[in-house]
């Protein structure tokens, strides 16, 4: 089992940063990747960037060049640094750990960019 929490969310201005980070514990060594996911009202959940344990990433189009996943073994904390924020990125982002059981959740953290 491995929990997650977030935090950092919250409301900025177009054109400003954020840093949202994850702390993970628990069974933390078979986490296979660690990953951040946004879901807008009446939308689905979607990918917005993604890192594996050999620090591959993945990153969602509408967020590559602007938003930056990293993470800190020392910590077990994942971070997704956003950088010119657009209204658009406004969703409820959540992060999640791949394990060879499937996937768990954070309870999710509110981003809200104001035009």
């Known amino acids: 089992q491995v929990q997650l929490v977030e935090s950092g969310g919250g409301l900025v201005q177009a054109g400003g940063s954020l840093r949202l980070s994850c702390a993970a514990s628990?069974?933390?060594?078979?986490?296979?990747?660690l990953g951040w996911y946004r879901q807008a009202p009446g939308k689905q959940r979607d990918l917005v960037a993604r890192l594996t344990r050999g620090f591959s990433t993945t990153y969602a189009d509408s967020v590559k060049g602007r938003f930056t996943i990293s993470r800190d073994n020392a910590k077990n904390t994942v971070y997704l640094q956003m950088n010119s924020l657009k209204p658009e990125d406004t969703a409820v982002y959540y992060c999640?750990?791949?394990?060879?059981?499937?996937?768990?959740w954070g309870q999710g953290t509110q981003v809200t960019v104001s035009s």
């Open positions: 999640a750990a791949d394990l060879p059981s499937g996937r768990s």
């Open positions: 628990g069974s933390v060594f078979s986490i296979n990747a």
